[in-house]
């Protein structure tokens, strides 16, 4: 028939019922930390060094006195060998004393108890088999669970105490973080700020010079302009070279025209008398005119050249105005040569003031970063 101590027991798992039994039957026999008493005490056994937990123990002079407790069924392999152990540890002396406790009722394996009963004879007074009560059994396990039940209460306090501390520990970290970090950014900024007006000066410096340089180039012709208007006499002659292709006499422009060394040179202007008249030409045939006319027109062309590559000026302008080919020269269109000169200025100082606005529109956003 069921009793008081199945009924405790109903509901529990088996490592329950072995873990309640050995802590009241602890607490009733005084087996307690204050008085020396461990719980999972281990030793170890024989020359191999082998592993034995004892439930309960506590240090005798050089051995120790344990207590071994069995609350229901037993495993008979595992019981004797922690018999042979104890046995071995009885012989050398790391156990004073050894006790068994069982229960009421309970069965045991008829090998485990004899291996008891010659223990009890072999070691009389260190080796003892006791038998606990059914009622004392229960006893124990009620017990056993209420001290488990304070201990997790206990333990529940401190989890929540500790977990309180750390909280607040982890409250002062993060507000040190901060501090750290809010002293590392204006270390960095005051590193950068030196580096920052030295910036802001050189944009300050670069600025006025693209003022100055828009400026110039706003009072000053481009060096395409300026040759162009250094060449006034390059249509002349070609002009001239058609009119004596054509038999045409020279005209008095044509004259001033010969007086002209090098494009671009100022000519004097003369007094108010007439020029001398030119000295007679020697007869020549239209062959020979041609070819001196061909000849003195190249010359001219590559002086104009020489003089357009000095002032810098471009493959393209000098494309139009026909300073690249080898060709005889041609009629030009200087008005037309003049114009597009002109286009390309504007062009280049559209184009620098774009680069300046968009410059300025870049410092505009990184001092408002």
Request: proline share 6%.
């Amino acid at each position: 028939m069921p009793d008081e101590y199945d009924a405790v027991r109903r509901d529990m798992s088996n490592y329950e019922k072995g873990l309640y039994f050995e802590l009241g039957r602890a607490q009733i026999r005084g087996e307690t930390p204050d008085k020396g008493w461990v719980r999972q005490f281990e030793i170890r056994v024989g020359p191999e060094q082998v592993r034995r937990i004892l439930d309960s123990a506590r240090t005798d002079g050089k051995g120790a006195r344990s207590v071994e407790r069995k609350s229901g069924r037993v495993n008979e392999a595992e019981a004797r060998k922690q018999l042979g152990l104890e046995r071995e540890a009885l012989d050398s002396k790391q156990l004073t004393h050894s006790t068994w406790e069982t229960v009421e009722g309970e069965k045991l394996p008829a090998k485990m108890l004899g291996d008891m009963q010659a223990l009890e004879r072999d070691f009389p007074g260190q080796f003892r088999h006791e038998v606990v009560s059914r009622a004392d059994a229960a006893r124990a396990i009620r017990l056993g669970q209420s001290l488990i039940s304070q201990q997790l209460e206990l333990i529940r306090a401190y989890e929540l105490t500790r977990a309180d501390r750390a909280r607040k520990r982890l409250g002062k970290i993060r507000e040190i973080v901060r501090a750290r970090e809010g002293k590392a950014k204006e270390e960095r900024a005051q590193e950068k700020e030196p580096q920052q007006r030295g910036i802001t000066k050189e944009r300050d410096e670069q600025a006025r010079e693209n003022k100055a340089r828009d400026e110039r180039a706003r009072l000053e012709p481009e060096p395409a302009t300026r040759v162009l208007r250094e060449l006034p006499t390059w249509a002349q002659i070609l002009t001239r070279e058609d009119n004596r292709d054509n038999g045409q006499p020279p005209t008095r422009a044509d004259r001033n025209a010969q007086a002209v060394e090098m494009p671009g040179l100022e000519i004097k202007p003369g007094r108010a008398q007439e020029p001398p008249a030119p000295p007679p030409v020697p007869q020549r045939t239209p062959e020979q005119e041609h070819e001196n006319a061909r000849a003195r027109a190249i010359q001219e062309r590559n002086n104009a050249r020489a003089l357009a590559r000095e002032n810098g000026l471009s493959p393209q302008i000098m494309g139009i105005l026909g300073l690249n080919s080898n060709e005889p020269p041609k009629m030009i269109n200087v008005d037309q040569a003049r114009a597009h000169a002109e286009s390309e200025r504007d062009r280049s100082i559209h184009q620098q003031r774009e680069r300046e606005r968009a410059e300025r529109e870049r410092e505009s956003r990184h001092r408002g970063e």
